[in-house]
């Protein structure tokens, strides 16, 4: 009975098994032979021999180098401050009892925008033309500073807007998802401190925190992920040619070396894939360590 009920269950499985084989252990198994592959030639299907060489190149090539920069910039500025924002404002959420509903729909609404219209909004914003110097030099002029070409000037700048950019795309679903969790914590235990005359910050940090702590840990876990992987957002501002702003990112990088410019070497482009993949691999474990201590299930 029993080897009859497991050969079912692996005939249930059977069809997502063959799926997640086909369209992600195959193309990661490629990956990795592809990235030891030294002189590919897309063309003619033919390379020298195995060995590190790819992985050497990219690791000295300066676009990559600039990538990298950009991306853990990216992600060490918007992961903190999007999380900690998002949590503030679901606390003011959570505190509304009028209207509630209506002002969660409104901070959800730019994440079912497309983000490359809301890139192409930003880039009006921030964009310095022949005619205007956008909405947000015009601000900066009225409170009596310089202009500033936000998109093709400095890099502090264009760095700027891809972090606030990238906190605006990223901002409503955790606030869709902190909100929930907030909505979920029992209210015996507010009374029960309040009773005890505990303040409110001490009700924060001894009650709230502990109880969301998952989702907040949730939240960072995908955050880093999510901008480790960001590409789309950098070209709705910057353009395709995101080497010559000098605000490419890993998985740019990964793109370019694949289809932009400097395309057909899939080989680099494995390459520094499976360097991505390392790092991310490398956060995410730190971050579940981290966890075990700070996390309470």
Known sequence: MKKSNNLKAWLYLLPAIAFLGFFMVYPLIDVIIYSFEEGYNSASQTFFGYGGYN??????DTYFLQAVKN???LVLV???LSTGIALL???GLNSIKKLKNFFQTVFFLP???NTLAVGLVFMILFKKTAYTDGMVNLLINFFGGPSVDFIEGPYWAKMFVMCFYTIWIVLPFKILILTSALASVNEN???AAKVDGASSFTIFRKITLPMISPMIFYLVITGFIGAFKAYSDEVALFGTDLNAAGMNTIVGYVYDMLYGTGGGYPSYASAAALI???IVMTITVINLLVSRKNVHY
């Open 78 to 80: 918007t992961v903190p």
């Open 189 to 191: 235990y507010y009374k």
């Open 71 to 73: 991306t853990f910039i």
């Open 89 to 91: 404002i679901s606390l």
């Open 276 to 278: 991505l993949f390392a």
């Open 55 to 60: 992985f050497s190149y990219v690791l000295h």
């Open 111 to 113: 994440y079912v925008t």
